[in-house]
């Protein structure tokens, strides 16, 4: 029985074609990009190539893009980089955030920065002209998510940023699990920091990307030697940045297919879980806009014991499925999904939930089979229960 992979809002396989180009930056140029001898020169050279490849699709300079270790050092590099030279004492963003950002900002707090969140409604949304309310003389930055990672809901980030630009604050969007499924460019999305990471299309792990407005207020959070233009020290990755560099392309490239394609996988296993559970099944942010690969759903069984969220992952991973419910584990306990609690729902409801993320490399077969096999899952649950 072969694996079915449907977590792909925590890491992606990678591409075949992402691997041929990363492998003589293993095996025969493996020089340090910093170095100005031959084999390093040759480095350098791949570094920038690559850098010019992800300027031109995201439609930026190639000065504005900053490599990092991924996603969670480029979020921690904007949030502490701006407020350091702001020195502004006040964060607006949303409660639904990654651990990314929601931790540095909660961290912040013994620092003296304050965080207020915009409102969440049922559906994961939330409204830009609520910003209007939220922010205050010591705002110095706005950070909103473009596609939360567990509901895959679309946040209005164009709106907010037309609203920071005429405030003169500063923002930063995590648009991790919006690469390869949305157009992302950033002069459209408007924000002044994005922030990139590898895994998540397709390429590898260890790498991502920070991409800056020249002009936006920020200091340098990682210190060390003077790569990346004195931005961002630590000899770089050139086998990852060859890496996300060929992986941007393809996922900007083959963007419209594959978002004509998830979104078709998507609509199949959501109707297959309707046809199966009727009432039973939820399927959350369903009158929201989603992304194509994000489908969330919780099985609320009325006043009586919940189904255990933890179980149905087991039970889907013996049958080789793989899955998420967007909860953490800590301390032995199973936690819910901040991002589902925010909505208001349940919490026992929010343990049941799952998170299925698609890729292109699924199939509509799987997604029958996913159905089929989850509903003799639950039926045996339901029984014992």
């Not at 969220?309 to 584990?329: Q, R």
Request: proline share 4%; glycine share 8%; charged share 20%.
């Amino acid at each position: 029985m072969s694996v079915i992979y449907l977590d792909n809002a925590a890491t992606t396989q990678m591409d075949e074609r992402v691997l041929e180009e990363m492998l003589p930056f293993f095996r025969d140029q493996y020089g340090n990009a910093s170095s100005i001898h031959t084999v390093g020169r040759e480095a350098n050279v791949a570094v920038e190539q690559a850098r010019e490849k992800i300027a031109h699709y995201i439609g930026v300079e190639p000065a504005q893009v900053i490599f990092t270790s991924g996603a969670t050092e480029s979020n921690n590099a904007v949030i502490k980089g701006v407020l350091r030279t702001t020195g502004k004492s006040h964060v607006v963003s949303t409660p639904v955030e990654h651990d990314a950002v929601r931790h540095p900002l909660q961290n912040l707090a013994e620092e003296g920065i304050s965080t207020s969140n915009f409102s969440i409604d049922s559906q994961g949304c939330i409204e830009a002209g609520e910003l209007e309310k939220l922010i205050n003389d010591q705002t110095g930055l706005v950070s909103v998510m473009y596609v939360n990672n567990e509901t895959g809901v679309v946040n209005p980030v164009p709106e907010i940023a037309r609203i920071c630009r005429d405030k003169g604050i500063p923002l930063h969007s995590d648009t991790v699990q919006a690469f390869g499924k949305l157009p992302v460019r950033f002069d459209d999305l408007g924000a002044d920091f994005i922030t990139l990471s590898g895994h998540k299309i397709h390429g590898p792990k260890g790498i991502g990307t920070l991409i800056l407005n020249p002009d936006a207020p920020w200091t340098p959070w990682m210190e060390g030697g003077s790569q990346e233009r004195n931005r961002r020290g630590g000899t770089l990755n050139v086998p990852g940045i060859v890496g996300l560099g060929k992986a941007l392309e393809l996922a900007s490239q083959e963007q419209e297919a594959r978002y004509s394609y998830l979104d078709l996988l998507k609509g199949r296993l959501a109707a297959g879980l309707k046809d199966a559970f009727g009432d039973l099944v939820q399927i959350n942010s369903e009158q929201a806009e989603t992304s194509p690969h994000i489908l969330n759903v919780s099985f609320p069984v009325g006043d009586g014991p919940q189904l255990d969220g933890e179980m149905l992952l087991l039970n889907l991973d013996t049958e080789d499925i793989c899955v998420s419910n967007g909860s953490a584990c800590t301390s032995g306990a199973i936690e819910p999904s901040h991002v589902l609690l925010a909505t208001g729902m349940d919490e026992e409801v929010a343990k049941s939930s799952l998170r299925f993320s698609l890729s292109h490399l699924n199939s509509t077969e799987e997604m029958d089979m996913v159905v089929e096999r989850l509903k003799a899952i639950i039926d045996r649950m339901m029984e014992v229960a």
